[in-house]
């Protein structure tokens, strides 16, 4: 019979090799798959890292795609710190780049020293706001976090999609259903080659790491995820932690939005997101919600998807195929949690009769 | 039942239990909070498994591993808390998992569910929705549904607990009846006087081992009561005498009633010298841990008022009470999910109730550590460093860093419930000890106990409680554990029972 016994004795080495294997499982076991489609998968793993990082091009890409993700991923850690399982960073994005939008398009000949900023505030209360109503509703009603978000989700789509049809329709655009351009003066400039979101991105990183480990407000939000009773206890009020952390959290997301319009949409549309919010729970969950990880393993996921296109054109095998390869290591590294918290072990069955 | 041992990380819960139960007889099963009475019926309805020792039913040696195999062994369970789906009517729940044909037979279960009634007496509406009903006719619909699975064995947990006078005499007329039809009852109870009016037998368990195992109608509530409690302990604490005569804390008329409607403090009237250790007595659940929290500003349903060096706090929160400068230290049962964050280190679990006086944004952990050092040192706290988490310290030691902020913090009043739960004796002496130091700088305690040993030892005088009220308030010097355990079994000191 195998025993299950819950362990606390883990240490963060054994932890970290744990990870560790479960990457080397989940390579191996996509090996299998590779094999099956007829290619050799060290071949396909060395080209995917070469179409990653090979020329300083594919570098700039990979990071372009890694940005949206490290934000959005900065913001989800604040919510999960809660405990608050936020899956709504898609519906945030697109409000907070909805918000930077308004001012793009209505002040379009504003210095950029303002208006950038005054897409980032307003990306910032449209994204916050997305975030803080089911935080509202959490606190007050106890309602469902994670359905709730979602459906947020599905709202902020559709009103987008109604201002791109509707009100923000291009009228230079002969009928088709797009949004304007920005003027020059709201798009992110250029820095080393690529647009200045890396360094709000690194900012942000910086701001969020002193926020949780050195302000008052970032101990209550790590009091209140480690256990809501402890939080009333010490006399905090725990409604309005939920409250304010999830609009930080979603503020945050909100900022993803309006680097992705400004930086390289440079106009909104119904696609603005590509994914990232979603993309960012994994990316965040697999940096156990750390800030200083986050960057890193967004990049590296950010190489996947990368590498992911390119072997689609060095091997003519489909870009699903590093889909799935995301997909085993999620699978492996989630599984294996199961390996940190409990001990197995096997014991002997001394087996007395069945029952009938 | 034989030879049952089962244990919980270190803990032992159950060791080396043997009893009996025949069919056509009630079986009693008592004893104080982790006695082991749910681990040992846990393991018969196939929750648990034992770690060693035989089940035998009808003469045959079983293996439960799950309650499956149990349901199909005749055994069925009823839960404290009932299991049964809301939404669905009487018929409807007592069928479920039952009839594994694609239509559902309602005819069938209804002449069936009919002919059970019939047999023992009970009265049910069959359609009725199960939110619709009171606590009794779910509990009639739990029996129910056993009985139609074929249990010849029933097992109660504390049925009584949530029932009227009324319903509750309802209830025994059908165990006695099924009795007569053959079935055997195994019920578990914290009240004495229901023993002694249904059960044939009665085994009391202490420590998990059971201390004995008698004939109702031989035994007398006095001699179950000892064997319950057992021999008084001398222990060696000291009790300094109460050195100052001011009134420090002042319970008037507290009541508290639950979301269901169920009153957890009924009337409690009490007051705390400064200097002074008063314990508080009873079964878990009477109310006590409602009590500190409402002390503590935690519970906001109740009325009355609390007196706090004269001023009423009945209505502040924990912070407002913090700030009008009182200071009431609590250190709750529930060390790791209210006293402490469980993932965070010793530093960030010292700074819990001031880091919001520092000033500005940012968080300063400097004073802390000095603190957390001083902690340490002064209770000893075996850990590779403060910042190791709380979570992964050893049982005696969560308690120690608890307690030692809380003293820490330079207390007025001291409320402590169970504070030396878990801990081996070395370490529960440094707690009194530590206590006895509090109540002679001038600080008023209130001690939820539940080893009445050391109740008597430690404290001044004891109150106990029992459903919410209190049964009495005796002095420590002068009781003895009989008279207590009494008490606390709804007993009042004159010999008549609370509930009546």
């Known amino acids: 019979m195998i025993k299950m016994k819950a362990r606390t004795d883990c240490t963060n080495r054994e932890a970290s090799a744990i990870r560790g294997a479960a990457i080397i499982f989940a390579l191996l076991t996509v090996s299998v798959f590779i094999l099956i489609l007829g ?38 850690s604040l919510a999960f710190r809660l405990k608050f399982w936020n899956i709504g960073a898609e519906g945030q994005i697109m409000m907070g780049a909805m918000g930077a939008t308004f001012c793009a398009l209505n002040f379009p000949d504003l210095s950029p020293w303002i208006l950038l900023p005054m897409m980032g505030a307003a990306s910032i209360i449209c994204g916050g706001i997305w975030g803080a109503i089911p935080a509202y509703f959490r606190a007050k009603w106890r309602t469902n976090e994670t359905i709730f978000t979602l459906m ?32 020059p003066n709201a798009v992110l400039p250029d820095v080393f080659g690529l647009h200045a979101g890396w360094i709000i991105a690194i900012v942000l990183v910086v701001i969020v790491h002193l926020f949780i480990h050195h302000t008052q407000r970032g101990y209550e939000i790590s009091v209140v995820g480690g256990s809501e009773n402890t939080g009333r206890y010490a006399g905090m009020n725990v409604k309005n932690v939920i409250i304010y952390t999830l609009f930080f959290s979603g503020g945050i997301c909100g900022i993803c939005g309006m680097i992705e319009a400004s930086g390289v949409n440079r106009t909104l549309s119904v696609e603005i997101t590509r994914g990232a919010g979603y993309t960012a729970i994994i990316t965040c969950w697999l940096s156990s919600l750390k800030a200083p990880v986050i960057p890193v393993v967004c990049v590296l996921f950010a190489a996947m998807i990368q590498g992911g296109t390119f072997i689609q054109m060095a091997f003519q095998i489909p870009q699903s195929a590093a889909q799935i390869l995301q997909g085993t290591i999620l699978f492996f590294v989630l599984g294996s949690e199961f390996f940190i918290r409990y001990r197995i072990s096997m014991v002997k069955d001394t087996e007395p009769e069945e029952v009938e | 039942m034989v030879n049952i041992c ?27 909070n982790g006695a ?19 089940i035998y039913v009808h003469g045959k040696r079983l293996r439960l591993a799950s309650p499956a195999d149990s349901i199909s062994s005749g055994i069925g369970m009823i839960h404290q808390h009932f299991k049964l789906v809301n939404v669905m009517t009487a018929l409807e729940n007592i069928a479920i998992g039952q009839e594994h044909g694609f239509l559902f037979n309602r005819k069938h279960v209804r002449d069936r569910v009919e002919d059970i009634c019939s047999r023992y007496g009970f009265k049910i509406e069959p359609d009725k929705q199960v939110r619709s009903m009171s606590v009794g006719e779910k509990q009639t619909v739990e029996i129910l549904k056993v009985l139609y699975r074929g249990a010849d064995i029933l097992i109660l947990d504390e049925p009584t607990a949530v029932l009227t006078p009324q319903e509750t005499e309802r209830l025994f007329d059908i165990l006695l009846r099924m009795k007569e039809q053959g079935c055997a009852i195994i019920i578990i109870t914290h009240k004495l006087h229901e ?13 998990g081992e059971v ?3 008698v004939n109702t109608s031989d035994t007398s509530p006095v001699e179950l009561t000892g064997m319950m409690v057992g021999k008084k302990v001398e222990l060696s604490i000291e009790r300094p005498a109460v050195r100052y005569d001011e009134m420090m804390l002042e319970v008037k008329d507290l009541s508290l009633i639950d979301r269901e409607g169920i009153a957890r403090l009924d009337d409690v009237s009490f007051t705390v010298r400064r200097g002074e250790i008063l314990g508080v007595a009873g079964v878990a659940g009477s109310g006590q ?75 300063s952990r400097e004073p802390a550590r000095k603190r957390a050092e001083h902690i340490v040192k002064m209770l000893n706290v075996h850990t590779p460093g403060i910042y190791h988490p709380v979570n992964k310290l050893l049982g005696g030691n969560i308690q120690k860093v608890l307690l030692g902020r809380e003293i820490d913090s330079t207390p007025d009043f001291l409320v402590t419930a169970y504070p030396t739960r878990g801990l081996d004796i070395g370490s529960a002496h440094l707690i009194y000890d530590e206590l006895n130091r509090q109540k002679e700088r001038g600080v008023g305690i209130l001690y939820v106990g539940e080893d009445l040993n050391i109740l008597l030892s430690l404290c001044d005088r004891i109150m106990v409680m029992f459903e919410g009220k209190i049964i009495g308030t005796v002095d420590a010097a002068g009781a003895t554990k009989e008279e207590i355990g009494l008490m606390m079994l709804g007993e009042t000191p004159g010999g008549v029972t609370a509930n009546d």
Request: glycine share 10%; hydrophobic share 40%.
């Open chain 1, 39 to 76: 290619h050799n998968p060290l071949s396909v793993y060395a080209s995917m890292i070469e179409g990653a990082f090979g020329t300083l091009y594919r570098i700039t890409e990979t990071l372009r795609k890694s940005i949206p993700l490290i934000v959005a991923s900065l913001g989800i």
């Open chain 1, 152 to 183: 947020m989700n599905y709202v902020a789509l559709k009103w987008l999609t109604y201002l791109q049809y509707g009100p923000w329709k291009d009228p230079a655009a002969l009928g088709f259903p797009k949004i304007p351009g920005f003027s």
């Open chain 2, 6 to 32: 089962k244990s919980f990380g270190d803990v032992r819960a159950n060791n080396n239990i043997t009893f009996s139960v025949n069919y056509g007889e009630i079986y009693a099963l008592l004893g104080e």
């Open chain 2, 36 to 54: 082991g009475k749910s681990t040992l019926v846990n393991m018969l309805s196939g929750v648990y498994t034992p770690d060693s020792g035989e």
């Open chain 2, 195 to 207: 023993v002694m009016e249904i059960s044939d037998r009665v085994s009391v368990l202490r420590r």
């Open chain 2, 211 to 213: 201390a004995g195992t």
């Open chain 2, 289 to 363: 841990k409602e009590l500190c929290e409402s002390i503590q500003g935690l519970e906001r349903r109740k009325r009355g008022e609390i007196l706090f060096k004269g001023e009423n706090i009945a209505h502040l929160t924990p912070r407002a009470i913090f700030e009008k400068g009182m200071r009431i230290s609590f250190i709750p049962e529930d060390r790791l999910g209210m006293g402490l964050v469980p993932t965070m280190d010793i530093v960030d679990n010292v700074i819990l109730k001031d880091y919001y006086l520092q000033k500005g944004i940012f968080l």
